[in-house]
């Protein structure tokens, strides 16, 4: 075992990055990216779920658009993280740390049907732009024009799933949504969870 075993013997990581707009703009874009962050992970996860677990016959549509949307997703996460570190502050480092900051909320359910599985995603991705939109304002507040320009075309591509979810979902549906699904997206939409 060696000395860096010991959490106590560990010297302070030398983590700093040179970055020029203060502390706090620091510390603000860092905790509401850094949450931002675990949504986008929860949201990609929650995506691939769907994409696994899809069923019924638009299973191939379904399936595809999931896949292609999940990939978008994740393409953003990297960049939100190293945003993150560029403007000094330390990112996500676990699943247990998404955990604790995802406001999204994940579905362990066995069975849901597709197209509350569209439902519930483009819920999911409304939320997502509107964090996205007020992290947009801190940005601009703080004058990172960096985190906001990236921003614009993160929040062009939600809004982009939302429609294709939307559109999808209409052909089950006029409304999007299917019948027998109301309850449980209702409930989600509740905070209830959908199991
Ligand atoms: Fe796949």
């Given at each position: ?5 010991n ?30 962050l ?18 019924g016959p ?7 658009l999931?896949d ?15 945003r ?14 998404i955990?604790r ?20 995603l ?35 591509e ?38």
């Amino acid at each position: 075992m060696t000395k860096w075993n010991n959490l106590e013997l560990r010297p302070a990581a030398p983590l700093a990055t040179p970055w020029d707009m203060g502390a706090t703009a620091s510390k603000n874009l860092s905790d509401v990216l850094n949450a931002l962050l675990a949504d986008v992970f929860a949201l990609y996860l929650k995506t691939k779920n769907f994409h696994w677990h899809v069923s019924g016959p638009h299973f191939r549509d379904y399936h595809l658009l999931l896949d292609e949307q999940a990939d978008q997703i994740f393409a953003t996460t990297d960049p939100v993280a190293e945003r993150v570190r560029k403007l000094g502050g330390t990112t996500l480092h676990s699943i247990g740390h998404i955990a604790r900051l995802q406001r999204l909320p994940d579905n362990d359910a066995e069975y849901v049907d597709p197209l509350d599985m569209l439902g519930e995603l483009r819920e999911d991705n409304k939320s997502l732009i509107k964090s996205m939109r007020t992290t947009h304002i801190l940005c601009e507040g703080h004058g990172d024009v960096a985190t906001a320009s990236l921003l614009e075309v993160w929040i062009d591509e939600a809004e982009k799933r939302v429609w294709f979810l939307y559109e999808a979902s209409r052909r089950g549906s006029p409304t999007g949504l299917s019948e027998k699904g109301r309850k449980p997206l209702e409930r989600y939409r509740d905070g209830r969870g959908s199991s």
